[in-house]
């Protein structure tokens, strides 16, 4: 099936939905700093018993939505030197 002719929306096996296992560090976990916090459960992510100011280590996918959405940003000080 070609492009055009596929249904808005309909996923395609091995695109970006389908990358399981693509041998990329996607899916390492992240460490993140905690900016703000309003609740305890921010866009589905626990953040029980965590503060601001909190160096908190997440799968990548939730650690890349809550750092595009202000609420972290990525701790690179843990990082250095360790790969």
Do not use: Y
Request: charged share 35%; net charge negative; proline share 5%.
């Amino acid at each position: 099936m070609r492009d055009h002719d596929r249904p808005r929306g309909a996923r395609v096996e091995g695109g970006p939905a389908g990358r399981e296992n693509a041998g990329d560090d996607s899916e390492r976990p992240m460490d993140l700093r905690l900016t703000r916090k309003l609740a305890e459960v921010i866009d589905g992510v626990d953040l029980t018993g965590r503060a601001v100011g909190d160096i908190v280590k997440l799968p990548a996918s939730e650690a890349r939505l809550l750092i595009a959405e202000g609420w972290a940003v990525e701790d690179t000080k843990g990082r250095q030197g360790t790969d």
